[in-house]
Nanobody, 121 residues
């Protein structure tokens, strides 16, 4: 089982990006639980950005409230992060994380490989 993050890139301040995180694997995925986006800026600790439960309840870091929106498509086993009004301080590697139930493995916590978001003019 793996989480594949994508969608990062270079964007100007005030711009938008949409990140995706897809769960996949060579064995059957039976369920996807609470999913999270984290980010880590250079020289800083990793911080939680947004969380979405299996029932689509959401929670956000204060620094991104009103600008970022987390969502999920359970049928596609994919989570998204729509990022609007981006600021230079949003520059970081963004990681997806979440609980996945796979056949024969039960529920386990997985991390994606990270995708770089750079906000700069």
């Amino acid at each position: 089982v793996q989480l594949q993050a994508s969608g990062g890139g270079l964007v100007q301040p005030g711009g938008s990006l949409r990140l995706s995180c897809a769960a996949s694997g060579s064995i059957s995925i039976l369920g996807v639980g609470t999913m999270n986006w984290y980010r880590q800026a250079p020289g800083k600790q990793r911080e939680m950005v947004a969380t979405i439960t299996s029932g689509s309840s959401t929670n956000y870091a204060d620094s991104v409230k009103g600008r970022f929106t987390i969502s999920r498509d359970n049928a596609k086993k994919t989570m998204y992060l729509q990022m609007n009004s981006l600021k230079p301080e949003d520059t970081a590697v963004y990681y997806c994380n979440g609980l996945v139930q796979a056949l024969g493995l039960g529920w386990r916590d997985y991390w994606g490989q990270g995708t770089l978001v750079t906000v700069s003019s």
